[in-house]
């Protein structure tokens, strides 16, 4: 079964650095979506895209991050200046329009883990 | 805006047992999407099931049935016959079709314990 691929799995970065966490979306699929769940509490969305362009971000979703899809298979999200309280699981997610997605079921990835000290 | 409301944090439930995770809801759009994801400690994320707004009928799959109640804005997780694998946190989560449409709001979350 096709799935949303993320890494890296985990990352530890030190205050200040820049991150780049990779996502492939389902191969179909035209929604791509980045979320966030700080440790034991709720997923937060961050950002959506469609057809090259973020389509809605959440308030959290500030000037230290942007998201990317470089070429027909990668999703980035970048942050530019890591701070502490970035530390989160991040997830990909991606949706399809027909068949199986015609719910509008996201597919999540496995989540990126970012620690920053 | 849509809002999502999961007013249990915790929930124990006996093996064999059915348990019910309640999920509350508000949005002014029309037509929306409900899901349901369980997240186990290893930390995906897995679709459980999903009720469009205007599905006539309860969403079943499996051991998992929604109860879909529109007037009261509810839309609360059955689990049958609990299986020690159920121990994870459930999300609630709901997407709008108008407005919101591209976005996926979670609630909170329940973190369901079976016992044995």
């Known amino acids: 079964e096709p799935e949303v691929t993320q890494t890296p799995s985990h990352q530890v970065t030190q205050m200040g650095q820049e991150v780049i966490l990779r996502c492939v979306p389902i191969?179909?699929?035209?929604?791509f979506y980045w979320y966030r769940q700080i440790l034991g509490q709720k997923v937060e969305f961050l950002v959506s895209f469609y057809n090259n362009e973020i389509s809605e971000k959440s308030e959290i979703f500030d000037d230290q991050f942007s998201v990317e899809r470089p070429d027909g298979s990668n999703f980035t999200l970048k942050i530019r200046s890591t701070k502490l309280e970035d530390s989160a699981m991040y997830f990909c997610?991606?949706?399809?329009?027909?068949?199986?997605?015609?719910?509008?079921?996201?597919?999540f990835g496995e989540g990126s883990r970012l620690t920053v000290l | 805006a849509q809002k999502i409301t999961q007013t249990q944090p915790g929930m124990f439930v006996q093996e064999k047992e059915a348990v019910t995770l309640d999920c509350t809801y508000d949005?002014?759009?029309?037509?929306?999407?409900l899901f349901w994801y369980k997240q186990p400690s290893s930390g995906e994320m897995i679709f459980l099931i999903y009720?469009?707004?205007?599905?006539?009928q309860n969403a079943t799959e499996g051991r998992y049935s929604l109860n879909f109640q529109k007037a009261r804005k509810s839309a609360n997780l059955v689990i049958s016959a609990s299986q020690l694998g159920d121990s994870a946190m459930y999300f609630c989560?709901?997407?709008?079709?108008?407005?919101?449409?591209?976005?996926?709001?979670f609630g909170t979350g329940t973190k369901l314990q079976v016992i044995p």
């Open positions: 949005t002014s759009d029309p037509s929306y999407g």
């Open positions: 989560a709901m997407r709008g079709f108008s407005g919101g449409y591209q976005k996926v709001t």
């Open positions: 009720q469009g707004s205007y599905d006539q």
């Open positions: 997610a991606s949706r399809g329009t027909s068949g199986r997605s015609s719910t509008g079921e996201l597919f």
């Open positions: 191969s179909n699929h035209l929604y």
